[in-house]
């Protein structure tokens, strides 16, 4: 017999062929909306009577490869009309497929049971979808629609308090997550620090948080992936939509460049707040703005190709003497190719540049950072049997980094022009992932991704004693900075460092019976890319910086178990997932660590570790006009920074310390309830343990000054945070036949007016001579109302 891991690989190698050796054909082709001919992610494309099936792609298309016969297929999708269509398959058939929407409520548009059987047997786990619908249904603050934090609400996912800029996934930080839209790199997610996110949702069509099991066409982050695809636009009609608020509006227009081939979108928002502060004499300025866009061309069967792309930015002036702005540009051409009714193919080529600006006329300087991102990639996902797929590509990405340049106002200012040094990074990579459904009961996907990242030659680089920019103090017990002994000459082609990583991904579904399955996964990842940041939440004056000569790749790995449930004919489904991960050449910085304008960052900083765990339930009520979920989490998030040697004493004398972001218990529900046509209520309650904080404990006099002594670093709380939101949506005249529709949308953001802690100060009091805590809370109660439409 052969040994096991040879029988393994004859299954991989040689079941694709085993399998066309039967007398198969294939049935494939795209899903659209009839209105609008947008194509249809996640489409369920069922087969009954044979208790099988797939789903639509990210552009729609989908495949299926059957002996021949005679089927029934139904093609579902939520809030769609079910097609039930006979097909006689006899030879390789192309299908497109139409829905229109269901004109029934949603406790009307019935799940089927094969589709609940369908869901449980996939091997792909800990990954959570989130429907535009849903998200505009839910309150949020100062009334405008928010993706990221709609996706707080879910189990794993917290963020680092009101007012930051963020997300954090199963304990890591913010810095860890590949956001993405139309696959283009967002490297900045927030407007407003935290008060909105940069994401339109009238321009948004589909969006998917992977939090483990993540596929090998994912890489470069350690935590999650945020995988956001914009809308493609009406090739049939044109049609406009948009909403006005108290704070902000949008508009989105959308139409046939030619009628059935190809379509236009263009969506805009901005604020408007500050046009206000005038009224209460008041010099200061903070609004946003962005863009959406998208062209999309249908050149023949085969052949779609598509230009996307997002400009935004945000400006925060105080008087004359304080100036900030920055934001997000992406661009993205792709050409999606149809080799075969089993072979499909998406090439991207994609640019991506976060800039930061700030100008302080009180000093008489211009500050400019940034980072900017060329990137080629080239997918495959290949139909090769029902029981078997595959997905394979490359990936090529070239980085600018551009830590800060400074320039003088004007020639009086006394500022000298200072430019720190560029960065240059290579990163490629290759992946294939395969799902293989092995029986009714099992099914697994496998793959791995070979990543490969190479620190280019920049104008110079600090020399060492002994490769080791920092310096322990064993006198003191502290870490000080080496002084450079010289400097790296490089030419822009050379080669600084180069590092390689395999990350294997390993995902097994075993169904238990046709309402239930266990499933488990296994994945290790790679990040290159460091935010420099020494605060709980990412700032735009955070600094991105490569792996190097002195700064090591993190690596994840991380495996997670779960158990997976319907009931009622998924009326009601229940999730329990369990996951451990640790992270190697986590980035921790020593005491009085300066990141701002530091050109040798070497210096402040240590390579540490972190590992993260925890229980996540979710429960779910899927239809009726009552929908909703409660989501609890209950995880640990730490990390610890060693000494070099036995000698030093690392951060935190060594020892594991709580994280910013561990959050001990997080529970969210989450409720919707349809009244009528014209009537609909939706309500939050959040409650989360309190941040991890320093505090001082104590004082001593040094020269008629008081200094405060703090404890261990992140071994106290901020006191516990919760609120509860509401909102009510109303629509005039749901039966209208008239082109233009309208709807109000009413909600009071933290209705019983919690002042949640976002941070606590502790200052001396200059009459008492006593240090004192001040509490500081971003927002209290929060009432809005906005008024959307569309014609």
């Not at 998917?208 to 956001?228: E, H, N, Q, W």
């Not at 998924?570 to 369990?578: F, V």
Request: glycine share 8%.
């Amino acid at each position: 017999m052969l040994p096991l891991f040879k029988r393994i690989i004859f299954v991989i190698l040689f079941c694709p062929f085993l399998f066309q050796a039967q007398e198969n054909f294939t049935l494939s082709g795209t899903i659209v909306d009839n209105q609008s001919n947008e194509t249809l992610i996640g489409v369920n494309v069922i087969l009954p009577t044979q208790q099988t099936g797939t789903v639509s792609n990210e552009y729609g298309f989908y495949s299926i490869t059957l002996p021949k016969g005679t089927y029934v297929i139904q093609i579902s999708y939520l809030g769609y009309k079910t097609i039930s269509e006979t097909i006689v398959l006899n030879d390789n058939l192309t299908k497109n497929f139409k829905l229109d929407e269901a004109a029934e409520s949603l406790d009307e548009v019935i799940v089927t049971e094969d589709i609940e059987k369908l869901n449980i047997k996939k091997p792909q786990m800990s990954v959570n979808s989130l429907s535009i619908k849903t998200i505009k249904t839910m309150p949020v603050v100062l009334g405008e629609v928010d993706v990221i934090k709609s996706i707080t609400l879910l189990p794993g996912v917290t963020n680092a308090g009101e007012g930051s800029s963020g997300f954090n996934v199963r304990g890591g930080a913010a810095d860890q997550n590949l956001i993405l839209l139309d696959e283009a790199t967002i490297f900045n997610s927030s407007h407003l620090f935290g008060f909105f996110s940069v994401f339109n949702p009238d321009a948004i069509k589909d969006l998917k948080l992977y939090k483990g099991g993540i596929p090998a066409k994912y890489g470069g982050r350690v935590s999650s992936v945020l995988d956001i695809y914009q809308k493609e636009g009406n090739s049939k009609s044109f049609h406009m939509n948009g909403g006005i608020g108290l704070i902000s509006s949008r508009l989105l227009a959308e139409g046939p460049i030619k009628k059935n081939k190809g379509s236009f979108l263009i969506g805009g928002r901005s604020s408007y707040a500050h046009l206000f502060l005038p009224l209460f004499d008041l010099d200061n300025v903070a609004y946003f703005y962005d863009l959406n866009t998208k062209l999309s061309y249908n050149i023949n069967e085969n052949n779609n190709i598509y230009l996307s792309g997002y400009f935004g930015r945000d400006v925060f002036k105080i008087s004359d003497s304080f100036e900030n702005s920055f934001g997000n540009s992406v661009l993205n051409f792709r050409w999606n190719h149809l080799y075969s009714n089993q072979l499909f193919s998406n090439l991207s080529l994609i640019y991506s540049d976060y800039y930061y600006g700030l100008k302080l006329s009180f000093v008489g300087f211009d500050w400019v950072s940034g980072i900017k991102n060329f990137n080629l990639k080239y997918d495959f996902k290949h139909y090769i049997s029902n029981n078997f797929k595959l997905e394979y590509g490359l990936n090529s990405m070239y980085y600018n980094f551009n830590p800060g340049d400074i320039n003088p106002i004007d020639d009086n200012s006394g500022i000298n022009p200072f430019k720190l040094i560029d960065k240059y990074a290579l990163e490629n990579a290759i992946y294939i992932d395969a799902e293989h459904k092995l029986s009714d009961k099992l099914s697994i996907s496998y793959g791995a991704r070979l990543s490969m990242f190479h620190r280019l030659g920049q104008d110079e680089l600090n020399r060492y004693d002994d490769n080791s920019p920092l310096i322990y103090n064993e006198s003191l017990g502290i870490y000080e900075k080496a002084e450079p002994n010289g400097t790296y000459i490089y030419d822009r082609s050379d080669i600084i460092e180069s590092f390689t990583n395999l990350e294997p991904r390993l995902a097994v579904a075993y169904q238990l019976n046709n309402k239930s399955s266990v499933k488990a996964s296994y994945n290790r990842m790679s990040q290159y890319l460091h935010l420099l940041s020494n605060t709980s939440s990412p700032t735009p004056l955070d600094v991105w910086a490569p792996s190097g000569k002195y700064i090591e790749p993190q690596l994840l790995d991380q495996i997670a178990i779960g158990y997976f449930k319907t009931f009622k004919n998924n009326t009601y489904s229940l999730e329990i997932e369990s996951f451990y991960k640790t992270i190697q050449n986590r980035i921790d910085y020593i005491d009085g660590a300066d990141l701002i304008a530091n050109n040798a960052i070497e210096q402040v900083i240590l390579n540490g570790e972190g590992r993260a765990y925890g229980l996540e339930v979710l429960l779910k009520k899927n239809e009726g006009k009552f929908t909703g979920w409660l989501a609890y989490t209950l995880s640990k998030s730490e990390q610890r920074t060693p000494g070099r040697t036995a000698n030093e004493s690392g951060i935190n004398n060594g020892q594991w310390y709580n994280t910013p972001y561990d959050k001990t218990h997080d529970i969210s529900i989450t409720g919707s309830y349809e009244l009528n046509k014209k009537w609909s209520f939706s309500s939050n309650l959040i409650f989360q343990t309190g941040q991890p904080t320093t505090f001082p404990n104590g004082q001593y006099q040094y020269n008629d000054i008081t200094i405060p002594n703090y404890e261990s670093r992140n071994s106290s709380r901020l006191p516990s945070y919760h609120r509860l939101d509401i909102a009510v949506n109303y629509n005039p005249k749901p039966d209208t036949t008239k082109k233009f529709k309208g709807e109000w949308v009413f909600g009071i953001y933290n209705i019983y007016n919690r002042k949640n802690a976002a941070s606590i100060s502790f200052s001396e009091n200059r009459n008492t001579g006593n240090n004192e805590a001040t509490r500081l809370a971003i927002f209290g109660i929060v009432p809005s109302f906005s008024y959307n439409f569309k014609f």
